[in-house]
C-alpha cells in the first residue's frame, strides 16, 4: 500500500515556475514508478511525466519537453515535478501516481487527491 499527497501547486503567472512534490508514505516506494498527470476541467485527465523506479528513465509529454523535469529523491520518498515557462492551458488539477510499471496511461495503482495549478494571463 502506497499514499501519495502532492504538494506545491499554487496561482503562478504566465512564464512562471512551480515546483510539485509528491511524498509517499511506505518503504516501498522505491519499488515504483511515479507518473505525473493532470485534469482540467470538462477535459480527460493526460500524461504530463513519468520516472521510474530507479531514476534512469524519464518520460515527457511532448507539450512539456524542455520545460519541466521530474526527479526523485529515495531518502525523502518524494518525487518532483519542476514546471517552467508555464501557459494558461496548464491550469489544472496535477495528479501523481505510483505503480510497479512505468506506464504513461492514467491506469496506475495508487493515486494522490492532487493540487490545483492555476496559471494566469
Known amino acids: 500500500q502506497v499514499q501519495l499527497v502532492e504538494s506545491g501547486g499554487g496561482l503562478v503567472q504566465v512564464g512562471g515556475s512551480l515546483r510539485l512534490s509528491c511524498a509517499a508514505s511506505?518503504?516501498?516506494?522505491?519499488?515504483?514508478?511515479v507518473g505525473w498527470f493532470r485534469q482540467a476541467p470538462g477535459k480527460e485527465r493526460e500524461f504530463v511525466s513519468v520516472i521510474d523506479r530507479s531514476a534512469s528513465r524519464t518520460d515527457y509529454a511532448d507539450s512539456v519537453k524542455g520545460r519541466c523535469t521530474i526527479s526523485r529523491d529515495k531518502a525523502k520518498n518524494t518525487v518532483y515535478l519542476q514546471m517552467n515557462s508555464l501557459k494558461p492551458e496548464e491550469t489544472a488539477v496535477y495528479y501523481c501516481?505510483?505503480?510497479?510499471?512505468?506506464?504513461?496511461?492514467?491506469?496506475?495503482?495508487?493515486w494522490g487527491q492532487g493540487t490545483q495549478v492555476t496559471v494566469s494571463s
Open positions: 501516481a505510483a505503480d510497479s510499471l512505468l506506464r504513461l496511461s492514467p491506469t496506475y495503482e495508487y
Open positions: 511506505g518503504r516501498t516506494f522505491s519499488r515504483y514508478a
